[in-house]
Each structure stands twice: as structure tokens, then as C-alpha cells.
């Protein structure tokens, strides 16, 4: 999808007001998760973190950042990915652990240490 298109499709409106980057994360993530992919995003946010943080978060998660829309100020675009990649709920600027646990890097050095420790 061009910009130009995104700018002519319909789009939902997320108001992420004056939030701060993690809760404005937090918002964004809950009312995407259940929207179809190639769906435009219009989000409303008046963080001067925006536009440094959803670019990357973007990258992160696989969805599309087309910027900030022209007409109006604090107000940015983005496209609901197919192949978004899960994060966490409580976390999203963190990716969903794929081994099926919901281990922190921090747990699973605390847990080789043990397993080490034990087969000594």
C-alpha cells in the first residue's frame, strides 16, 4: 500500500492523547491486535518520543509505518501487518517468547545457572 493510498483508505482512529511511550504502546497493541491486516491505523499521539518510537516499534512488531499523516499535527499512520509478529501483552515493546514459555532472558540465565549447578 502507497501513501497515497493509505491516505484515501478507510482507517480506524486511535487517540493515544498525551501518554507517555510505554502506555502509548500498551494502547496502540490492544486495539490493533484484533484488526484485519491492511487496515491504515490514524493514531493520535502527543508524545515527542512518537515519532522516534513508533518507527521502531513498527520494525519490531512487522506493521507497516507510513509517518505522520499531513493534515493534521501528532497524528500518525500505520498498517496493520498479516505477519505481525506477537509481543507481549503486559510488554509489547518486547517480542512474545516463541518456545512456548513465557521466560525473561534474565529466567533463563537463572535457570541454566541451576541446571548447571545441579549437574555438577
Known amino acids: 500500500m502507497s501513501l497515497e493510498e493509505a491516505r484515501r483508505a478507510d482507517r480506524v482512529v486511535i487517540d493515544g492523547g498525551d501518554r507517555s511511550c510505554g502506555e502509548?504502546?500498551?494502547?496502540?497493541?490492544?486495539?490493533?491486535?484484533?484488526?484485519?491486516?491492511?487496515?491504515?491505523?490514524?493514531?493520535?499521539?502527543?508524545?515527542p518520543i512518537a515519532p522516534i518510537d513508533l518507527p521502531?516499534?513498527?520494525?519490531?512488531t512487522g506493521h507497516r509505518y507510513l509517518g505522520p499523516h499531513d493534515a493534521a499535527a501528532d497524528t500518525y499512520l500505520i498498517v496493520v501487518s498479516a505477519k505481525a509478529r506477537p509481543v507481549r501483552p503486559d510488554r509489547p515493546w518486547h517480542l512474545a517468547p516463541t518456545t512456548g514459555h513465557d521466560d525473561t532472558p534474565a529466567d533463563l540465565e537463572q535457570q541454566t545457572h541451576r541446571e548447571t549447578q545441579e549437574s555438577i
Open 24 to 47: 502509548l504502546l500498551l494502547v496502540l497493541h490492544r486495539e490493533m491486535r484484533d484488526l484485519p491486516p491492511g487496515t491504515v491505523v490514524e493514531l493520535i499521539a502527543h508524545d
Open 56 to 60: 521502531v516499534w513498527c520494525h519490531l
